[in-house]
């Protein structure tokens, strides 16, 4: 075998993925970011409590939660992406070996890059784009373009894109243990958790706190978009809107009580998120067709 031979699953994924990429380095400044609902549960704990203990930020085939499609097992969805995309590198690997998701910020959006996801955002450090691949569009659209840190010609193709807000990121992949202490800036949140147990928790957390100007919708704006995600959604949106309005506090209530099909408030938030996002954090306008938001939305 040769010296220069990778040996570890990460190498070989990183190697891979840089014989597929092209273009000039990625500009240092920007960051990637891991959004995420801090106020959620992973494995019936919630979110942050998880992460004060761990300190590490796991993947979905660790935690089997995930913000998008639940497909992170052998065979399944996930595993298979990832197999195509490493070229097989994480096939034998453990759970705890694999990368985890983000996207990279390439727009500086205050929400962080894919706020799809969630809310909040752990705002990674300037040395993890080293170890972190990309690819364009989401890899669950199998995608043939790819970057990393010095290849990365993924910017261009995504600005001459018209995709919509949503769905308008780079896919980041972070090989290697992501530690809160290490390898995080901020926990970015929504203003809405001032005061409550989520900022109490995100406190205990071995990085810094920081705000974004936070997402609010008002049924009246909810109520203008009923073909974005389906009016079914938009009428669950004013029933748990408090004094008229949502933002991911109420949302996330609305989840806890146990009374609500979680894909449907998943498209709650969306439409939130959609439309009731902060300025600077608009993105592509452009909508796709209902046929293919159909399909994003069964996957993702």
């Known amino acids: 075998m040769r010296s220069d031979a990778p040996k570890t699953a990460r190498e070989r994924a990183l190697r891979h993925v840089a014989e597929l990429s092209s273009g000039r380095l990625l500009d240092p400044t920007l960051r990637v970011t891991l959004n995420f609902h801090p106020d959620r549960t992973a494995q019936g704990e919630p979110v942050l409590e998880a992460l004060s203990k761990s300190g590490v930020y796991l993947s ?6 995930s913000n ?3 497909t992170a097992f052998p065979g399944g969805d996930r595993w298979r992406w990832e197999s195509r995309i490493f070229g097989g ?3 034998e690997a453990a759970a705890r070996d694999r990368p985890v998701y983000g996207a990279l910020n390439f727009r500086r959006k205050p929400v962080g890059a894919a706020p799809r996801f969630g809310s909040a955002h752990f705002r990674l450090a300037a040395h993890t784009p080293a170890r972190t691949t990309f690819c364009y569009p989401d890899s669950f659209l ?3 373009d790819f970057g990393v840190a010095d290849r990365m010609g993924l910017i261009e193709l995504a600005l001459a894109d018209r995709q919509d807000a949503l769905d308008d990121y780079i896919e980041a992949q972070v090989h290697g243990t992501v530690r809160l202490d290490r390898d995080v800036e901020a926990l970015v949140l929504d203003p809405c958790y001032r005061g409550t ?3 109490e928790a995100a406190r205990r957390l071995p990085c810094p706190v920081e705000w974004h100007p936070g997402f609010r919708l008002s049924v009246g704006e909810l109520r203008r978009h009923p073909s974005y995600r389906g009016q079914e959604y938009v009428d669950l949106g004013a029933r748990i809107a408090v004094d008229g309005r949502l933002d991911p506090r109420v949302v996330g209530d609305a989840v806890r009580t146990g009374r609500h099909d979680p894909q449907a408030i998943k498209k709650v938030w969306h439409c939130l998120a959609r439309f009731g996002a902060p300025p600077q954090a608009a993105g ?3 909508l796709p067709s209902q046929s293919e938001e159909g399909v994003l939305d069964g996957l993702r």
């Open 197 to 199: 147990d989520v900022e």
């Open 68 to 70: 998008g499609g639940l």
């Open 60 to 65: 979905q085939f660790v935690t089997g939660t």
């Open 142 to 144: 199998e995608p043939s």
């Open 89 to 91: 590198a994480y096939d």
């Open 284 to 286: 592509a306008s452009a």
